[in-house]
Nanobody, 113 residues
Framework: QVQLVESGGGLVQAGGSLTLSCTASGIVFSRNGEAWYRQTPGKKREWVATITTGSSTAYADSVKGRFTISRDNAKNTVYLRMDSLKPEDTGVYYC???????WGQGTQVTVSS
């Protein structure tokens, strides 16, 4: 079965950085597009970034210039580098396979002020 495992979350002070990882089994990331989403309890899950099969990228306006999505085909892993973190970036971050609709279980990111 397809499994997506996110990691790299944690507690960081505003202005700091974190890199999230999403590693897959049962699916080849390079043959799919992937995306990162985030969600705070009581609020909707919002889209953060996407990387396509052709490795083009797109970002939500709220994270442009601060976050970078990338993929390592050899490791079958998608990354989200987060710089200049703000308290409003706090939430559970999920990765998603676009074409097949698979989701991971999420990793918590908490940014203190």
């Amino acid at each position: 079965q397809v499994q997506l495992v996110e990691s790299g979350g944690g507690l960081v002070q505003a202005g700091g950085s974190l890199t999230l990882s999403c590693t897959a089994s049962g699916i080849v990331f390079s043959r799919n597009g992937e995306a990162w989403y985030r969600q705070t309890p009581g609020k909707k899950r919002e889209w953060v970034a996407t990387i396509t099969t052709g490795s083009s990228t797109a970002y939500a306006d709220s994270v442009k210039g601060r976050f970078t999505i990338s993929r390592d085909n050899a490791k079958n892993t998608v990354y989200l580098r987060m710089d200049s973190l703000k308290p409003e970036d706090t939430g559970v971050y999920y990765c998603k396979v676009l074409e097949d609709g698979f989701w991971g279980q999420g990793t918590q990111v908490t940014v203190s002020s």
